[in-house]
Each structure stands twice: as C-alpha cells, then as structure tokens.
C-alpha cells in the first residue's frame, strides 16, 4: 500500500514537470525581463550602482532581491540562456506541488492530499507561469511554506520544545522571504491575524513568528544601510516607484482608481474567474461550491484553509496601493496565483469526500469537464503566445544577430534583444524613445527595427512618444525584413508535437507591403537607412 502511494506521488511530480517542460513559455519580455536584467548586473556590476540607478528611475522591482539573486545563481552556474533565466519559477512550481500534498496530508488526509497536488498539476494559470520569471510563484511558495510550518506546529499540540518552536521562527522567515519576493508578500500575515481572531488566542510562544519575519527586515535594512546609508531604502523606494508609477500611467492615477477601483474590486476578477475557457478553467465554480458546502456543514477541519483564501482573496480585490492619492493593488491574472495552494486544498478535499456512487458520478464529471476546459485553456494560452512581445523581439534578433551596424529600436525591444545575445555587448543597440534621441532624420547606414506590438503597448500603459519616421519611414529607407506576430513560439520536437496536437496557429500570412495601421498593428519591420 504505501509503494502503491509512493507511485501515485511520483506520477503525478513526473507528469506536472513532463507538461510543464511541453509548453514551456520561457522569456516574456515584460517584467521579467527587468528582473532577468538585474539578476545579470548583479553578478557584473557593483551592487551600489544598481541601488543607485534603481532610485535614478524609482524602480522598486530592484528590492525584489528573493526573486532575482537565485537566477543570479542560476546565470553563474549556467550562463545566461532559457533555462538558467526560467529555472528558478519551474522550481517553485516542483516545491509549491510537493507542498500541497503535504498540507493535503496534514490538514485532511492522503487522499486528498493526492486530489490537491493532481489539481495543482494541471491548473492553466500554475502550467504557464511555471516557466516565467514572475514574483507570484516564489512568492507563493514562500507563504504556502510559511502556512505549513505554521500549521503543523498546531497539529503538534503546541508542542514547546525547541524542535517545534522553531516550526513558528521558519514559519516567520518565510514570511520575510515572501516580503523579499514582493510586498504582497505580507498580505500572508492577514491569514495569522484571521486565524488568531477565530481561534480566540494569541499565545507568547507566537511571537517566535513574528521574530523571524523581524530577522528578515532587519537583515534587509542593514543590507541597504551598509550600501547606502539609509536604513530605510526599502520604504523610500517603494513611496518614489509608486509616484513614478502614477505618473507614468495614467490608467491607474486617482481618477481612475475612484471611477474604476470599485468596478475592478467586484467585476475584474470575477469576470476572469469564472472564464471557464481561461486559465482558470472551472476551478473557481468548484472552490466557492465547496466553500458554501463546508461552511454549511460546519466542516471545522477546513476553516483556517478558507481562511486563508478568503483573506488574500479579499486583499488582493479591496487591498490599497497608496491612499494618496486613492490606488488601487493593480489586478492582474497572475496576483491570483498566490490563491491557487488554498484553492487546491479546499477543491480536492472536497472531491475526496465522494463516497455514494451519486456524488463519485457527479465528482467524476467535474472532473471530465476541468480536464478539458483546462486543456482547451492551454492551447488557446498557446495559440496567442506568439502574440507577445518577445516573439518580434526573437525574429528581429534572427534577423540581426550578425549586425555590424547601429540597430535603432524602442526600449524594451532593445532590453529583449540586449538578453537575447547574452548581454554580450556585441550589438550596437540605441534607444529611439529615449530622453536624449527622438529624431529619426539625420542617420544612415544603419537599421531600424520598429516593433509595433510593444510601442502600442508602451503608448498605451505609460504615454510614452515616439518619433515621427516610424510611421510614415523616410523613402530612402530600404526595407528588409517583415515580421508578422502569429506564429507560436518554441523550437524543435516541442513545436512538432504541438503541430501534432494541433497547438499550432492556422492564421492567413499576411503579405509583406500590406497595409495596417499603426496603432492596431502588432508586427515588426526592420529597415535600413543607407549611407547618406
């Protein structure tokens, strides 16, 4: 019986790590860009010099040291490539799983513990970013690891000897971990306050957690005193990036958080939530099912796991950015992430309690149906992956790679392909929406790629302007390569299977002079300004 159980664990790791690797996504060419970035200056650069031009451009991911210093690890030991950059979350996610049966086993019992950790293996939104440099997956492992110890210090009767308190100190640390990964990190110390309050008890030997998470702050304030000077870089950081931020985007500034910020608390999650054919698949109708089943049964054993669903739900859709002016937490699709260990437990406990041939039916159809709306998730997640930036980017460093020339482009597409040569150094790469360059007219004998996908973007989120030749290019300017974003991405026998399992994208190419707007396009063309 237990090798039957062993078998059962082993299969489900080795099936969640074979699909994982199937429709590996790899670079982005967003935020985790930016972190991949500093994760390569903080092997080659002075870490005060990353401080410092972190506070230049107020750019608070800087702080996220948990998330980037093990890529760092990662590029030391592997060079900078697509497995060292996406190692770390695909990690996590091997952690995050192994943790969900623990806490399956520990709060109900093995065979939910089993359901839970299938359910995680196949959750749309936890397969994708299981291979994206994102905060939300070693974030949520830290707190899910927090949680753990946490509750199984409870398990042990509050046991007092040395052993178990330390069970509460670690619980602490990862909390400070999460903190390190993101600030939203710390919504897990809702989830104490909640369970405390519910519990009607706040006993001494508690405070070994919050001596942990004090262990953590202070080890992170006088990490930056001894680089900068400030005990409080953290907090001075985070106040001038949410400024920039503001600033910078005007979809989130106060008018819009006071016209919107209610409708995004009620409508924007729900909305994607219970997209039965997004990557949520129908997981949330079953969480909220079993919610209202256990509460109306009173089902004790799951109460501080709706806990702490409920609460980092509820912050992550009423939670607030700063109140002056009034923001909103930004919502995103990933922030839902840091649900998902909860919403696993509380759906495979749910599932395991079947036991009359009438529920084993109706669960087994669940079951059918989150099969397939979870698949059907993933291929159309796939089908729109060439549509991102990253994809443009590639295809022009194809295009470009041996380019003894200047190469004038946007700079994110300069970032994209700055990482895709290694950050060598061996492409000539200038900005052309940068402070110091917007003018188009007087180069020659050089290259200009505009990659429209991530200037209408740039646009759009930060109001960023752009220069007047990339729309209407100058008639001297030869054109050379035409880029259509459609194409999914991936190389080898990943891109032969997916053709296989019909993965592949069967949209009509369009032609290389045909005309589209600007503003709606989202492909790349690449010119060459001769010598003058």
């Given amino acids: 019986m237990i090798v039957k159980r062993e078998l059962i664990f082993?299969?489900?790791?080795?099936?969640?790590?074979?699909?994982?690797?199937?429709?590996?996504?790899?670079?982005?060419?967003?935020?985790?860009?930016?972190?991949?970035?500093?994760?390569?200056?903080?092997?080659?650069?002075?870490?005060?010099?990353?401080?410092?031009?972190?506070?230049?451009?107020?750019?608070?991911?800087?702080?996220?040291?948990?998330?980037?210093?093990?890529?760092?690890?990662?590029?030391?030991l592997f060079g900078v490539n697509e497995l060292s950059s996406n190692l770390y979350p695909f990690l996590c996610s091997m952690g995050i799983l192994i943790i969900v049966y623990k806490l399956g086993v520990l709060i109900f019992n093995k065979r939910a513990g089993f359901i839970a950790m299938a359910l995680y293996a196949i959750f749309p939104i936890e397969v994708v970013y299981a291979t994206r440099l994102y905060p939300e997956m070693p974030l949520s492992l830290f707190m899910g690891l927090s949680v753990y110890l946490f509750l199984k210090y409870e398990k042990q009767n509050n046991n007092n000897k040395a052993g178990s308190l330390f069970y509460l100190f670690f619980s602490g640390i990862f909390i400070g971990l999460a903190y390190l990964t993101k600030i939203t990190g710390i919504l897990v110390i809702g989830f104490y306050v909640s369970y405390f309050i519910y519990k009607l008890q706040f006993k001494p030997?508690?405070?070994?957690?919050?001596?942990?998470?004090?262990?953590?702050?202070?080890?992170?304030?006088?990490?930056?005193?001894?680089?900068?000077?400030?005990l409080f870089h953290h907090y001075h950081l985070m106040k001038l990036g949410n400024k920039m931020l503001i600033e910078a985007t005007p979809h989130i500034s106060s008018g819009w958080a006071k016209q919107m910020g209610w409708f995004r608390a009620f409508g924007y999650?729900?909305?994607?939530?219970?997209?039965?054919?997004?990557?949520?698949?129908?997981?949330?109708?079953?969480?909220?099912?079993?919610?209202?089943?256990?509460?109306?049964?009173?089902?004790?054993?799951?109460?501080?796991?709706?806990?702490?669903?409920?609460?980092?739900?509820?912050?992550?859709?009423f939670g607030i950015r700063t109140l002056s002016p009034l923001v909103f937490i930004t919502g995103k699709p990933r922030h839902l992430m840091l649900v998902s260990i909860p919403l696993v437990l509380l759906l495979g406990y749910f599932l395991s309690l079947a036991k009359t041939r009438k529920w084993k039916i109706l669960a087994l159809i669940f079951a059918v149906v989150l099969v397939l709306t979870s698949a059907w998730a993933l291929k159309m997640q796939y089908y729109h992956q060439g549509r991102n930036i990253s994809y443009n980017s590639r295809e022009i460093y194809k295009y470009l790679k041996n380019a003894d020339k200047t190469i004038y482009t946007d700079q994110r597409t300069k970032w994209n392909l700055q990482y895709l040569g290694g950050y060598t150094g061996d492409l000539q790469i200038t900005e052309f929406n940068s402070m110091d360059f917007n003018d188009l007219k007087s180069i020659s004998d050089c290259y200009v790629a505009i990659n429209w996908n991530w200037i209408n973007k740039s646009k759009k989120w930060y109001s960023w302007t752009f220069p007047e030749e990339i729309y209407s290019p100058p008639e001297n300017w030869k054109f050379v390569k035409f880029i259509e974003n459609s194409k999914p991405r991936g190389t080898g026998i990943v891109v032969g299977l997916r053709k296989i399992l019909g993965f592949e994208s069967k949209t009509k190419v369009k032609q290389k002079n045909e005309k589209v707007s600007p503003e709606k396009s989202k492909n790349a063309y690449i010119y060459y300004a001769p010598v003058r």
């Avoid at 405070?207 to 005193?225: C, D, K, P, Q, R």
């Fill in 10 to 76: 082993y299969f489900i790791l080795a099936f969640a790590i074979i699909i994982r690797v199937f429709l590996f996504t790899g670079l982005e060419g967003s935020d985790d860009l930016q972190y991949n970035i500093f994760a390569y200056e903080t092997l080659n650069v002075e870490f005060s010099e990353i401080i410092k031009e972190a506070l230049s451009s107020s750019d608070f991911a800087q702080l996220r040291l948990a998330l980037y210093l093990p890529v760092s690890v990662f590029f030391l």
């Fill in 205 to 230: 030997r508690y405070m070994y957690i919050i001596s942990g998470f004090i262990t953590i702050i202070l080890s992170e304030m006088a990490f930056y005193y001894f680089q900068t000077g400030d």
């Fill in 269 to 317: 999650y729900p909305s994607i939530m219970f997209n039965p054919l997004y990557l949520f698949s129908i997981f949330y109708y079953g969480v909220f099912l079993a919610i209202f089943c256990f509460l109306l049964k009173k089902q004790r054993e799951t109460y501080a796991v709706i806990i702490w669903f409920l609460v980092i739900m509820g912050a992550l859709n």
